[in-house]
């Protein structure tokens, strides 16, 4: 993998990361204090989804 398109993944994730606080930040605030108060357990479970996703989608698409 080349370092552009590592580059170009990066801005991309960027973008959409930035989209949900840029459009809604009243929805995106309330969104991160219940995303807070959460168990440490359920955290886990949707962080380890969601890398498990990409690895998918890299695998997939690699």
């Not at 959409?16 to 359920?42: D, H, M, T």
């Amino acid at each position: 993998m080349s370092l552009q398109l590592m580059m170009l993944a990066l801005g991309l994730m960027l973008i959409f990361e930035g989209i949900g606080p840029l459009c809604f930040p009243k929805k995106w605030r309330q969104y991160l204090a219940e995303i807070s108060a959460q168990n440490q357990s359920v955290l886990r479970r949707l962080g380890g989804s969601l890398v498990t996703a990409g690895l998918v989608l890299l695998i997939i698409f690699s």
